[in-house]
């Protein structure tokens, strides 16, 4: 039995990639099509997807820390079980969510916020500990570095897959005339994706070797609350996520209005710009090994942070634009993927830090709040671009939309996520000037290391 990470495999880093793989299959759906999903599909008045998308955020609010102290009371041991048990229940529960139900009345609106609300919680049941997972593999940075840039490239290719495959399969599946058709069509296609997100999670449990589980936590709430509030790291890092996630809500969340309000342009097109952003992400994803060896994590995420905000500008000025669009699009979504897997190594660099001063392991409930975090800004996002979308009187069955909604989509789609890009680069300014070293436990140090495969 191995105990050692000094001797981590592809094997296993492309099998902790397959995670997020699963996650991005089905949450990388309900980011980007969702909303469309909700007002062009399945017909929900645009105010009712605004507080479905908000109230949904809430309920994550109590689930979130609720599974992360779970983790903490059980140990790292149970993070392969809970993989194991939720990887059905997470293939389901996305399927619920994209299951156009025919109810009269209000009926559809509950429907939908139950499913999705259903879903959220899945998914942070079994995301919350495939997250700290990393930490209980891995002890020393470069293989962090490597298991979250495996992490983000399986996120990546997830979100190639939907956004190269899903508007082709549902008109192939279904077809493109009326909408009972094309409702058709993307319940075959989610229950395909489904299948697959289930199968990936046991490929995960299979492979990825747990060699440093975190003890039983036998501390009081209290004392985890005091180590966490006192970890400036910590507060930074979910800072730093928030801002970035209302950047890529904004980004997945507003393409197809975008491309429909703005640019002139059909589905097909938006899936086509969506899949070459996907692949540019992809590609910073692999080479964030690169630029962080060179650079730093902190350079890296300022220089990174300005080249966002230089390609939002240019968003703005392409116009209408399909071709300086796109390329505007490639410099944006690299950069994204570049900085994705910082945010978790700097997560984990947190939680060392609780351990180095307070001798708690707080993987669990650090992962559970950074999930929940992120959830909150998609919620928040989703929030404000429908109340975009019903400021500018937005109608699905409009095919030339008129009036201020191309004011109200471009806000959404570039002046929103270019302040909170503004935002991040303060925030890596502030971090850069957090003193690190001393405080990080060495991994090569630590007396109880075991083994669980």
Known sequence: MKTSDNDLSIKEKIAYGCGDLSSNLLWGLTSTYLMYYYTDIYRLPVASVAWILLIARVFDALCDPLIGIFMDRKGGLIVPRLLTYLSIPFGVAGFLCFLPLPLPGNGKVIWAG??????????????????????????????????????????????????????????????????????????????????????????????????????????????????LIKNRSWHLCNALVFVQFICLSAFSGFIFYYAKCNLGRSESVASLTLTIGVLSGLLGAMLCPFFTERLGFFRTGLALSVLQGIAYIL???????????????????????????????????????????????????????????????????????????SFGHYDANQSSPTGDIALWVLAGFVWLPLACVAIQFILFLLYSSTDDGPRIKSAAGSSDIRAYK
């Open 315 to 389: 968003i703005f000025l392409s116009k209408s634009s399909l071709v300086e669009f796109a390329g505007s699009l490639i410099v944006l979504t690299f950069a994204q993927g570049v900085l994705s897997p910082l945010y978790y190594v700097l997560l984990a660099k947190a939680v060392d830090y609780s351990h180095a001063d307070d001798h708690v392991d707080l993987a669990g409930i650090s992962y559970a709040l950074n999930t929940l975090v992120t959830k909150i800004a998609g919620g928040i996002t989703g929030f404000i671009l429908s109340l975009f979308l």
């Open 114 to 227: 139950a499913t999705y609300i259903l879903f959220g919680a899945v998914y942070s049941c079994i995301n919350t500990p495939y997250g700290a997972m990393a930490t209980m593999i891995s002890q020393t940075s470069k293989g962090r570095i490597d298991l979250n840039s495996f992490r983000m490239i399986g996120c990546q290719v997830g979100k190639f897959c939907v956004a190269f495959l899903t508007i082709p399969a549902v008109e192939w599946l279904g077809g493109e005339g009326t909408l009972s058709q094309r409702q058709f069509g993307f319940v075959a296609f989610v229950f395909l994706l489904c299948c697959a997100g289930s199968i990936l999670w046991f490929v995960v449990v299979k492979t990825c070797i747990v060699r440093f589980p975190p003890q039983a936590a036998t501390y009081s709430f209290r004392y985890i609350l005091k180590s």
